[in-house]
């Protein structure tokens, strides 16, 4: 249902946005593509999806209790710094080989950088509704927290389709960044009780604005996109080699018992409890070649 939601959605709204005249710099509406198959889903399915929803934000009770909610955590704030990790590798490399480092002064974009700073925050927040914050956990009732990533990245990286019109090479740079950048989000999220919103749309959009102002992967050069899909899977292999120390797979597996990393924020406010069942038996259901809004 999401996945059958999610793509014409974003080829909908992507096809909308030249009569809005929004420009592409600030905010491309394709990202609100995963959005809209989560609210689909949830007009399906509501108590399932508030359950598989229950810590993308803070909750009044989460927010009360220490042990739910401290600041973004250590794994928050590690994930945060990975996203300019990531955009350094990249670029620093480019620079190298190329002999010459593309660097864009924000005050010489076309329009403000404190409005394409927040339209690319909610537009990150709209596709990671629903890769994150609901495909994610979904997938991890099922498999373990690098599989469930890894299909995640593969989808995410399907779901730009205008990417694979571009070369090769430049498709396979990308593919490998989405799946990397999405194991680096599903083990940092892994066991997060709140705010996962907010964290997964704030690197993503670290990186696209760092991409915007040190990258020109956006007209089809390939060599840029596949130093960013070699940065994304070097900054991905200390997650997966944290992931896998004894103490890692015990607190993943005492997350997975709980029934997904989602649903770990206790009762909502109204006094509901968040699905915690089996999963479903139904299987649910940017960084792009032309600009930086949706990666």
Do not use: K
């Given at each position: ?91 620093g ?30 537009g ?6 629903g ?42 740079g ?33 990186v ?7 990258m ?22 200390p ?17 997975a ?16 409890t ?22």
């Open positions: 249902m999401f996945l059958a939601v999610a793509f014409p959605a974003a080829g909908a709204l992507g096809a909308l946005q030249p009569a809005t005249g929004i420009p592409d710099e600030i905010v491309q509406l394709t990202q609100f593509g995963p959005a809209a198959g989560v609210l689909v889903a949830a007009l399906v399915w509501q108590e399932r999806i508030r359950g598989r929803l229950a810590g993308t934000g803070i909750g009044r009770r989460a927010a009360r209790d220490d042990t739910a909610w401290a600041g973004p955590g250590r794994s928050g704030r590690l994930l945060l710094l990975t996203a300019p990790l990531i955009i350094l590798l990249a670029a490399a480019y620079g190298l080989l190329d002999g010459d480092a593309r660097l864009t002064d924000p005050r010489s974009l076309a329009h403000p950088f404190t409005l394409i700073v927040l339209a690319q925050l909610v990150a927040c709209g596709e990671e509704i890769w994150r914050c609901y495909l994610q956990p979904l997938l991890r009732t099922r498999f373990g927290p690098v599989t469930s990533s890894v299909a995640v990245g593969l989808l995410w990286g399907a779901w730009h389709v205008q990417v694979f019109a571009q070369r090769p090479a430049y498709a396979g990308f593919l490998l960044a989405t799946v990397a950048m999405s194991v680096v989000l599903g083990l940092g999220l892994e066991g997060v009780r709140a705010n996962r919103l907010l964290l997964a749309g704030g690197f993503h959009t670290l696209n604005l760092g991409m915007l102002l040190t020109d992967e956006e007209d089809g050069t390939v060599l840029p996109m596949v130093l960013f899909g070699a940065a994304c899977l070097v900054a991905a292999v997650w997966v080699l944290r992931a896998r120390r004894p103490g890692a797979a015990d607190s993943a597996a005492d997350s018992a709980d029934g997904t990393a989602c649903s770990m924020a206790g009762p909502a406010a109204d006094g509901t968040p699905y915690r069942g089996e999963a479903p038996s139904v299987a649910p259901d940017r960084i792009p070649a032309a600009r930086h809004g949706a990666r």
